[in-house]
């Protein structure tokens, strides 16, 4: 510790990082959650009621496109701001880790979408055309061809959420989120504190690397398969 103080002498209470860390956890596990939960379906609906596939749905995959690349385009500190009062709607408060949830899942849903999209595209029609000629309904594509066949994409798409969340909770703790990105923002930037800064920021590289880490090493398990 008496390392630690000489290396950041600015840091007072280290325990106060600890917390900023676990905060940071805390939104991180929740809104990847949600994300998984809702834009999983969503990826393999713009999957299947695009030109050309299973169930095509022009009109209705038009207007589902046009709404993720809406939500999709819209910086992640505008969009935390415009859902205020749908955030306190929700869980009832504008801040902190349950106030951060909302517009995290809300912002990251259509982005692993579109990788759930992509993903599920790279399917071999062949396998496609087999399961549809031996009489397989919709579901059972979904379920048993779909879905196993693109799971190493899949989840190198959680994987790629993952890493923008952390990104995103960073930004949030400039409007009151909490976690690293709300300690980095009061001590390090309006305090002039750059020793929070540094450790933050070095605090979310390593996050950054653990999942990425994480990720390959599930991808190449599935792709090995």
Not at 59 to 67: E, G, I, N, P, Q
Not at 77 to 99: E, Q, S
Not at 213 to 223: A, E, H, N, Q, S
Request: aromatic content about 8%; charged content about 10%; overall charge positive.
């Amino acid at each position: 510790m008496n390392l630690l103080q000489t290396l950041f002498p600015n840091i007072d209470d280290w325990s106060e990082l600890g917390r900023a860390c676990v905060d940071t956890l805390l939104m991180l596990g929740g809104s990847l959650l949600l994300t998984v939960l809702i834009g999983l379906p969503l990826g393999v609906l713009l999957y299947l009621t695009g030109s050309g596939q299973l169930r095509p749905m022009p009109k209705f995959h038009a207007v589902t496109s046009l709404l993720v690349n809406i939500l999709r385009s819209v910086p992640f500190i505008i969009l935390m701001i415009v859902l205020m009062p749908v955030t306190y709607f929700l869980v009832g408060t504008k801040l902190g880790i349950r106030g951060a949830i909302p517009p995290l899942v809300i912002g990251a849903a259509p982005f692993f979408a579109r990788l759930v999209e992509t993903a599920l595209r790279e399917v071999q029609q062949g396998v496609i055309e087999a399961s549809q000629a031996m009489g397989a309904s919709l579901w059972q594509i979904v379920r048993h061809v779909l879905l196993p066949e693109a799971r190493g994409g899949i989840f190198a798409g959680i994987t790629v959420t993952a890493i923008a969340l952390v990104g995103y909770t960073a930004m949030g703790g400039a409007i009151g989120s909490g976690g690293l990105g709300d300690l980095a923002y009061r001590y390090g930037y309006l305090s002039y504190k750059s020793d929070y800064m540094v450790v933050t920021v070095a605090l979310l590289v390593v996050l950054v690397q653990l999942l990425q880490m994480l990720g390959d090493r599930i991808v190449t398990r599935y792709k090995q398969r």
